[in-house]
Nanobody, 121 residues
Framework: QVQLVESGGGLAQPGGSLGVSCVVS????????MGWYRQAPGKERELVAV???????SYADSVKGRFAISRDNAKNTVYLQMNSLKPEDTAVYYC???????????????WGQGTQVTVSS
């Protein structure tokens, strides 16, 4: 079994900052790409940022220059630092990890339970 446990998030004012983190645990042979997605009420889930095992990153245009994704491979953890927050960043943020549980198994997508980020004055 593989579990993703998120922490962080909460309430911030416009222009403020928040951070979220996600720890992957369980049966893990390797973790490939890790990422953050978000889903606002009435909208589809969208990619926010992704990072490869080697540290290459990619961001949605809406968060470029404001958000930073990073990971600690030794701790199986991915982070998302969110700066200059806007009300439109309000959403449930989900962690995603592409995990290979053993050498003989396929890579599978796993998701965290989601953490609420609210940006409001």
């Amino acid at each position: 079994q593989v579990q993703l446990v998120e922490s962080g998030g909460g309430l911030a004012q416009p222009g403020g900052s928040l951070g979220v983190s996600c720890v992957v645990s369980g049966s893990i042979f390797s973790i490939n790409a890790m990422g953050w997605y978000r889903q606002a009420p009435g909208k589809e889930r969208e990619l926010v940022a992704v990072i490869t095992y080697g540290g290459r990153t990619s961001y949605a245009d809406s968060v470029k220059g404001r958000f930073a994704i990073s990971r600690d491979n030794a701790k199986n953890t991915v982070y998302l630092q969110m700066n200059s927050l806007k009300p439109e960043d309000t959403a449930v943020y989900y962690c995603n990890a592409k995990v290979q549980a053993s050498r003989l198994q396929y890579i599978v997508d796993y998701w965290g339970q989601g953490t609420q980020v609210t940006v409001s004055s």
